[in-house]
C-alpha cells in the first residue's frame, strides 16, 4: 500500500525560504511519477511541480525560479525548496505519486494522480 506524509509546512514571512518532505512507503522509485500541489481557501488546486525518476520536472509559472523539485531515492522522499515565499503562496501544499504507464520503449506519466498525502500547510505573511 502506498502511502505519502508530508512535511516541513510553516508559517513564514514574505521573502522567506521553507523546504517541504513527503516520505514515502510501498512506492518504487525506480520509475516514478510524483508531484506537489497546493490549494489555497476558496481555489481550485494548482500543480505546483512534478518529477519523474529520469529527473524531468516540470513547474507552474507561478513557481519558476523560486521552487524546487527533487527526489532521494536512497531516502525514499520527495522534496520541494521554496524561496523567496509570498502570501500568495499560502497554501495546503500536497505530495501525490501515480503509478506509470510502461510501454516497450520506456515509461509515461499519466496526467492524474491517484495517491494523495494529507497535507502540509504553507502560510506567508506579509
Known amino acids: 500500500q502506498v502511502q505519502l506524509v508530508e512535511s516541513g509546512g510553516d508559517s513564514v514571512q514574505s521573502g522567506g525560504s521553507l523546504r517541504l518532505s513527503c516520505a514515502t512507503s510501498g512506492y518504487t522509485y525506480s520509475t516514478a511519477c510524483m508531484g506537489w500541489f497546493r490549494q489555497a481557501p476558496g481555489k481550485e488546486r494548482e500543480r505546483v511541480a512534478t518529477?519523474?525518476?529520469?529527473?524531468?520536472?516540470t513547474y507552474a509559472d507561478s513557481v519558476k525560479g523560486r521552487f524546487t523539485i527533487s527526489l532521494d531515492n536512497a531516502k525514499n522522499t520527495l522534496f520541494l525548496h521554496m524561496n523567496s515565499l509570498s502570501p500568495d503562496d499560502t497554501a495546503m501544499y500536497s505530495c501525490?505519486?501515480?503509478?506509470?504507464?510502461?510501454?516497450?520503449?520506456?515509461?509515461?506519466?499519466?496526467?492524474?494522480?491517484?495517491?494523495w498525502g494529507q497535507g502540509t500547510q504553507v502560510t506567508v505573511s506579509s
Open positions: 518529477i519523474d525518476s529520469d529527473g524531468s520536472t
Open positions: 501525490a505519486a501515480v503509478v506509470p504507464q510502461m510501454y516497450s520503449g520506456g515509461y509515461v506519466c499519466p496526467p492524474e494522480y491517484n495517491y
